[in-house]
């Protein structure tokens, strides 16, 4: 990989993009030339084709906005007004796909298993027989809150045996880790350009069964935010309905193409999995312990316990970390002080390497000689695995 200019981005996205990802946005586009249509139908064909939708029965249709946009897009087209979504949360952002859904006013139930564990079908089962008029079960993919990777094919098979429909946030999973429209059954699911596929942000995308796209008119709370709409318009003149991110797109094109070279969403994998089990071993052997067991620790982020020293500091360990060129990101757990290392982006493990490296670097500098957790962390962890 090629050093940066910058600073390096260990952060779930925005994150390190390519040289040539950058040099794509060295153009201006026209939103309604010819050319930038092919873009923008190049874009949807290659994350379709990304998805496995061999038969044609999904289509794709890019929204402009973050990522919260797409969901909350999602959400609000697909869950209708008078549904009934289960919401599966184990963090922050199933959190906030519950709080989307009370601004939308649509009926929800909350099953949140806390920070360390996913949700199991065996629970999900047990809440859809007890509640039949539930009609969405809607589960994040990779919780960036925490770094957990959720089992989203226990949870679609469970789903579809119910006959309930699933919606996925794989925002930060999507392009690397495995979600084939052909063996996991799903209405719909969302990410993100800015994500694993490695582009710039800008928009995201909606991936849904053609049919569910057909079903979804008049259900939006929001013209800006009506899939329905923005997939009929694409599909019929080939634009977006409202001033597109010319630039992002660009780049993501590039992207894409960078993703296919390197062989696809299983090299993209092997890669983000390398990433992980350096830094996991680097860390550990400055004290540092992970938040996860190892089973529900993804490739995506990794989420450390603060060590109990009282000489640390995140604050400045941010600052030592950045000075040596890597952003880190801070934690977002509600029990305990902690922080993340991203292990996605333009970046390989010769990178993480020198994250641990600048980490020892930064526990010198405030006196920090190790960076075990209190006990009290641990023992918590450990309760709740078993």
Same mark, same amino acid.
């Given at each position: 990989?090629?050093?940066?200019?910058? /600073?390096?981005?260990? &952060?779930?996205?925005?994150?390190?993009?390519?040289?040539?990802?950058?040099?794509?946005?060295?153009?201006?586009?026209?939103?309604?030339?010819?050319?930038?249509?092919?873009?923008?139908?190049?874009?949807?064909?290659? !994350? %379709?084709?990304?998805?496995?939708?061999?038969?044609?029965?999904?289509? $794709?249709?890019? @929204?402009?906005?973050?990522?919260?946009?797409?969901?909350?897009?999602?959400?609000?087209?697909?869950?209708?007004?008078?549904?009934?979504? %289960?919401?599966?949360?184990?963090? +922050?952002?199933?959190?906030?796909?519950?709080?989307?859904?009370?601004?939308?006013?649509?009926?929800?139930?909350?099953?949140?298993?806390?920070?360390?564990?996913?949700?199991?079908?065996?629970?999900?089962?047990?809440?859809?027989?007890?509640?039949? *008029?539930?009609?969405?079960?809607?589960? =994040?993919? $990779?919780? &960036?809150?925490?770094?957990?990777?959720?089992?989203?094919?226990?949870?679609?098979?469970?789903?579809?045996? !119910?006959?309930?429909?699933?919606?996925?946030?794989?925002?930060?999973?999507?392009?690397?880790?495995?979600? *084939?429209?052909?063996? @996991? /059954?799903?209405?719909?699911?969302?990410?993100?350009?800015?994500?694993?596929?490695?582009?710039?942000?800008?928009?995201?995308?909606?991936? +849904?069964? #053609?049919?569910?796209?057909?079903?979804? #008119?008049?259900?939006?709370?929001?013209?800006?935010?009506?899939?329905?709409?923005?997939?009929?318009?694409?599909?019929?003149?080939?634009?977006?309905?409202?001033?597109?991110?010319?630039? +992002?797109?660009?780049?993501?094109?590039?992207?894409?193409? !960078?993703?296919?070279?390197?062989?696809?969403?299983?090299?993209?994998?092997?890669?983000?999995?390398?990433?992980?089990?350096?830094? =996991?071993?680097?860390?550990?052997?400055?004290?540092?312990? /992970? !938040?996860?067991?190892?089973?529900?620790?993804?490739?995506?982020?990794?989420?450390?316990?603060?060590?109990? *020293?009282?000489?640390?500091?995140?604050?400045?360990?941010?600052?030592?970390?950045?000075?040596?060129?890597?952003?880190?990101?801070?934690?977002?757990?509600?029990?305990?002080?902690?922080?993340?290392?991203? $292990?996605?982006?333009?970046? *390989?493990?010769? =990178?993480?390497?020198?994250?641990?490296?600048? $980490?020892?670097?930064?526990?010198?500098?405030?006196?920090?000689?190790?960076?075990?957790?209190?006990?009290?962390?641990?023992?918590?962890?450990?309760?709740?695995?078993?």
């Amino acid at each position: 990989m090629t050093t940066p200019a910058d /600073p390096y981005l260990l &952060t779930p996205g925005p994150l390190t993009t390519a040289a040539s990802t950058k040099e794509a946005m060295l153009r201006d586009w026209g939103s309604w030339d010819a050319d930038f249509r092919e873009m923008t139908a190049r874009l949807r064909r290659g !994350l %379709l084709d990304i998805a496995g939708d061999t038969n044609g029965e999904y289509d $794709c249709v890019p @929204l402009q906005g973050s990522g919260s946009y797409c969901v909350e897009a999602m959400l609000g087209s697909f869950v209708p007004r008078d549904g009934h979504a %289960l919401v599966l949360a184990n963090g +922050a952002y199933g959190k906030r796909m519950a709080t989307t859904l009370r601004y939308l006013g649509r009926r929800h139930t909350v099953h949140d298993t806390g920070d360390y564990l996913p949700p199991r079908a065996a629970d999900v089962e047990r809440i859809l027989i007890a509640n039949a *008029d539930i009609t969405h079960v809607v589960v =994040v993919h $990779c919780e &960036t809150s925490s770094g957990i990777l959720n089992p989203i094919e226990e949870i679609a098979e469970i789903t579809q045996r !119910l006959g309930r429909r699933l919606l996925i946030d794989s925002m930060s999973a999507f392009g690397a880790i495995p979600l *084939d429209v052909r063996t @996991l /059954p799903c209405d719909a699911f969302v990410s993100s350009a800015n994500k694993c596929i490695e582009g710039v942000p800008g928009f995201g995308f909606v991936i +849904a069964k #053609k049919d569910v796209l057909r079903d979804a #008119k008049g259900n939006s709370h929001s013209l800006a935010l009506d899939i329905h709409d923005q997939w009929d318009v694409m599909n019929r003149t080939g634009q977006w309905r409202f001033t597109p991110p010319t630039h +992002a797109v660009a780049a993501f094109i590039e992207a894409l193409r !960078l993703h296919t070279l390197e062989g696809g969403q299983p090299a993209r994998l092997a890669r983000y999995a390398r990433n992980r089990d350096v830094l =996991v071993a680097g860390m550990g052997s400055l004290g540092f312990e /992970p !938040l996860l067991t190892e089973p529900w620790r993804s490739p995506i982020i990794v989420t450390f316990f603060s060590p109990a *020293d009282p000489a640390f500091s995140f604050e400045r360990f941010y600052e030592l970390m950045k000075a040596q060129g890597f952003i880190i990101y801070p934690g977002k757990l509600t029990t305990v002080e902690s922080f993340r290392i991203g $292990c996605i982006g333009a970046l *390989d493990e010769s =990178v993480m390497r020198r994250v641990i490296e600048a $980490c020892g670097n930064a526990l010198s500098t405030l006196g920090v000689a190790n960076a075990a957790p209190a006990p009290a962390s641990l023992g918590a962890r450990e309760a709740l695995a078993a």
